[in-house]
């Protein structure tokens, strides 16, 4: 009660609220293709180089007096440039994917480093990105929030079954005529921005676990890939708010209690499902 009385008195913590849920949806979409094409380790180097965008933002803001240039924007272009190079990597010359992951990684995060030493001023604000503080959204990074979780779940939801081809049989997508390298990289970009939205939540760290966790959860509780995504943006919502509630009680940092408590509950349901599995199976190994 405590909590909801101070949701109700302090603005920052509604707008925190609000982020939470706003990021979840997008979340829940593209977590569900992620896990689907198995492109996780592709989302987290996206997920590093958002860094240099957002350093280089916040340079020329401070140092060329473009105030309306937020950190976001460079968050947004770092992020789409990162999926397009790994997608065209990936498609064009296989074996070296890695090596360009691995590559945008480390040169996004050095980039956006030096950005931020050499911009005058205190840089807290913007380095809290690499760790989350939920509780530093502001109603414009809401309402950019929002606008790219429109453009996500539009285009997530539009394109559903050509995505949902190029997951689970690329081949036989191509033979039906869909443009899988096409649609193969829409998907990078999708999740290029559903990473600036959850980077502006609970930070780059801590990106992979959120677009992946609750999917897990989702994925042992539901049989369609529909019904994987709607689960997991409820289960992520649900996460962030109660992240927030146990964070401000127990005066934790809100990104890591809501990780935590994520990754709590993944291991609860896989126990469980584990345990089942292993009951289910005694008898019939014990036979007649």
Not at 65 to 90: D, F, K, N, R, T
Not at 167 to 172: L, Q
Not at 234 to 240: M, R, W
Request: net charge neutral; hydrophobic share 60%.
């Amino acid at each position: 009660m405590s909590f909801l009385q101070a949701v109700a008195s302090h603005p920052f913590l509604q707008y925190a609220l609000a982020a939470g849920v706003l990021a979840s949806i997008a979340c829940g979409v593209i977590g569900g293709y992620v896990a689907a094409r198995r492109i996780t380790y592709v989302a987290g180097g996206i997920a590093h180089s958002v860094l240099g965008g957002m350093g280089l933002a916040r340079y020329l803001q401070v140092t060329q007096g473009w105030e309306w240039l937020h950190p976001l924007y460079g968050a947004v272009l770092a992020a789409l440039a990162a999926a397009v190079i790994i997608g065209l990597v990936s498609l064009r010359a296989r074996d070296s994917e890695d090596m360009a992951i691995s590559a945008i990684w480390a040169v996004g995060m050095a980039v956006g480093v030096l950005f931020i030493w050499k911009t005058p001023g205190y840089s807290e604000n913007l380095m809290s990105y690499l760790f989350g503080n939920i509780l530093m959204v502001t109603p414009a990074s809401l309402w950019l929030i929002a606008i790219l979780d429109v453009i996500v779940v539009t285009i997530g939801v539009a394109a559903y079954r050509q995505l949902v081809a190029i997951c689970f049989d690329e081949e036989f997508a191509r033979l039906r005529g869909v443009n899988a390298d096409a649609y193969y990289l829409l998907l990078l970009c999708l999740t290029a921005l559903t990473v600036v939205l959850l980077t502006t939540v609970v930070g780059l760290v801590m990106v992979i676990a959120l677009l992946s966790l609750p999917v897990a959860i989702a994925g042992r509780l539901t049989r369609s890939l529909m019904q994987m995504m709607a689960v997991a943006a409820g289960l992520s919502a649900l996460f962030t708010s109660l992240g927030l509630g146990l964070s401000y009680h127990a005066d934790l940092p809100a990104g890591a209690t809501t990780i935590v408590l994520a990754g709590g509950v993944y291991l609860l349901v896989a126990g469980v499902s584990q345990l089942r599995r292993t009951t289910a199976r005694a008898p019939a190994e014990a036979g007649p």
